[in-house]
């Protein structure tokens, strides 16, 4: 292949504006790792002369790794569950046929159009009157029946071709059968990007803890970050130590799982 | 026994078995869509449906949390027609109003990018995944970042303005003329990566050949630009410029965590004042009045969506 000059040149321009838009994120671990003096010393030392990991110790010795629990708990289970649903509701609406499918599929998708505070009130009493409120297990429904997942899902689901499911009737299979040795396993890759995009947004889900969780040990790291940067007030290297924590892991699984992530994204068009 | 023989045969067996199916098809079809819709359908209906329902009807009565709901009264539009006087609320419409100028500018500087980065760059991954980063962020740790970046006598962002020779940089979000301007700056940040996949996406389906009759034609690349790539992302232009402008109403959590709609009442949005009134206040009644004129305006827009869409996107 022949190295295209112009599109060098462009290529390490491109670089320098892609390095200036995450300087944020370079500058927050920068700043993690100094000691509290230099946070604020300019001109900026991007790489502190000593890296002072004891932020982190710091930062972890309080509650972060409760927090941490809490979110990965939550985030596991919503997301398995809010997967399971999407895909058993997507299938019923797009290879089962009965009256009035479609009307209902579309009151369902209608929802999705309704701000989540708009129903806080409402959602916030009906959750003290069945002992929900301030319990995981609230937080967990709360965002397991996303309408979203079953929009995206559905449309994968009719690209399979009707004849399959047809001829798998024949052979005497029900739709259980059918759902699960056929129609999942050929939109398995359209499931893990939703799985993947749940994940993101229920680790990132600040309202929903914000205000259905009240008691410090169910925590979510969303939420103990907050309070922890309230907490220390002027502990910015520390605070920034908390912020890095709450961010990495899912940049990393980001990383990893970018291809399914941005595929996705662009396939479906979809938006938190 | 010939090979046709064999086809034959089965032919006829699959056709009894059919038969036999298709008597009770249409029951079992049913009960295994009930099955399979349920959970979404019951989940859907308790915590959405049934509180939508239920926030309409809060919206006209003057309750409050602490009280119990014994003590709830009908007032009928009062809630209403205090809210069209409350210049709290004016503020936060006038706020919203103004957040939306987040998205045009993310969607230029996001075509800009994704049109670059289509065609003329090496590891066009690499790229996706920078642009993409603060989107998956929590806005938790993003906002507290900016609040020390945008600091205003110590914050980098001030440093270097006044290493330009700014002398008196923005106050940014102590400033109430700043405030909102920072976090439009902020939603930008965070909402580019989105519009840049998408915009990548579309430029990918557009046909090469059109770009190749246009050279044939001596189209230069600003020609093309505006002739083929403009009106080909209509459709593109038209879904970002919508999700965008919803989501901009739903902007919650980035002003809780930076703001609290402060300075003063500076960056107060819809849904902010909202939360305050329904959580801070305690006026449940009064919030609830506030959903309800929240999702009139949503779906107004979702219905210039649908006539929009038939009107102005055509190709």
Redesign the interface.
């Known amino acids: 292949m022949k190295l295209n000059i112009r599109k060098l040149l462009t290529t390490i321009l491109m670089l320098a504006v892609g390095v200036a838009f995450i300087l944020p994120f370079i500058w927050m671990i920068s700043a993690s790792l100094k000691p509290e003096s230099e946070v604020f010393a300019y001109p900026i030392q991007w790489i502190p002369e000593e890296l002072k990991w004891s932020n982190y110790k710091t930062a972890w010795s309080d509650g972060f790794p409760l927090y941490y629990w809490n979110s990965i708990k939550v985030t596991v289970i919503t997301t398995l569950i809010s997967a399971t649903v999407s895909t058993m509701s997507a299938y019923g609406f797009s290879k089962i046929h009965f009256k009035s499918r479609d009307l209902i599929f579309i009151l369902v998708l209608a929802t999705f159009m309704i701000p989540a505070q708009a129903i806080l009130v409402p959602q916030f009493l009906l959750f003290k009157y069945l002992n929900l409120f301030d319990t995981h297990v609230g937080l967990i429904l709360l965002n397991s029946f996303s309408v979203l997942g079953t929009f995206m899902l559905r449309q994968f689901f009719m690209g399979i071709h009707d004849d399959y499911i047809a001829s798998a009737k024949i052979d005497g299979a029900g739709h259980l059968r059918i759902f699960s040795q056929i129609a999942v396993p050929l939109v398995l890759p359209a499931i893990s990007t939703y799985f993947i995009l749940r994940f993101i947004w229920t680790w990132n889900d600040y309202q929903g803890p914000l205000i259905f969780i009240r008691s410090d040990h169910l925590y979510t790291i969303q939420v103990g970050i907050d309070k922890f940067s309230n907490e220390s007030g002027e502990l910015y290297s520390l605070i920034m130590a908390g912020a890095v924590s709450a961010i990495l892991p899912l940049l990393i699984i980001f990383i990893i799982g970018q291809r399914y992530v941005l595929e996705g994204i662009a396939l479906g068009g979809v938006k938190g | 026994m010939s090979k046709s023989n064999i086809e034959v045969a089965q032919i006829q067996r699959?056709s009894v078995?059919?038969k036999k199916?298709s008597m009770n098809i249409a029951k079992?079809?049913?009960w295994?869509?009930?099955?399979?819709?349920a959970?979404?359908?019951i989940?859907?209906s308790?915590?959405?449906?049934?509180?939508?329902f239920?926030?309409f009807f809060?919206s006209f009565t003057d309750w409050t949390?602490i009280q119990g709901l014994g003590n709830m009264n009908f007032i009928g539009l009062e809630n209403y027609e205090k809210l069209l006087k409350d210049e709290r609320f004016i503020q936060s419409i006038v706020n919203n109003i103004w957040l939306i100028a987040s998205v045009p500018i993310t969607m230029i500087l996001a075509l800009f990018?994704a049109i670059?980065?289509n065609k003329?760059?090496?590891?066009k991954?690499f790229?996706?995944?920078?642009?993409?980063?603060?989107y998956?962020?929590?806005?938790?740790?993003?906002a507290?970042?900016?609040q020390?970046?945008f600091?205003p006598s110590?914050?980098?962002i001030n440093?270097f303005l006044m290493?330009l020779g700014i002398e008196n940089p923005p106050r940014w979000l102590a400033d109430s003329n700043w405030a909102l301007v920072s976090v439009i700056i902020i939603s930008v940040?965070t909402s580019i990566g989105?519009s840049l996949?998408?915009y990548?996406?579309a430029l990918q389906n557009i046909s090469i050949e059109l770009y190749e009759a246009a050279e044939i034609d001596g189209a230069t690349a600003w020609d093309k630009f505006i002739h083929i790539t403009v009106p080909m992302l209509a459709p593109t232009n038209f879904?970002l410029l919508i999700?965008g402008v919803?989501?901009s109403?739903?902007a919650?959590?980035l002003i809780?965590?930076l703001t609290d709609g402060g300075p003063g009442y500076s960056t107060s949005v819809i849904?902010y004042y909202?939360?305050e009134q329904?959580?801070e206040n305690l006026r449940?009644g009064y919030?609830?009045a506030i959903?309800?004129l929240?999702?009139i305006l949503?779906?107004a827009i979702?219905l210039i969506q649908w006539f929009g869409q038939k009107k102005w996107v055509n190709y």
């Open positions: 699959s078995k059919e199916y079992k079809e049913k295994a869509g009930i099955f399979f819709i959970p979404q359908l989940g859907t308790i915590l959405v449906i049934l509180p939508i239920a926030t809060i949390f990018l670059i980065i003329n760059v090496y590891f991954s790229f996706k995944v920078v642009y993409f980063m603060p998956i962020s929590s806005i938790v740790a993003v507290i970042v900016f020390l970046l600091h110590y914050g980098p440093e290493m940040w989105f996949i998408i990548l996406a879904f999700t919803i989501g109403f739903k919650f959590e809780v965590v849904v909202l939360y329904a959580f449940s919030a609830s959903s309800i929240l999702l949503l779906l979702t």
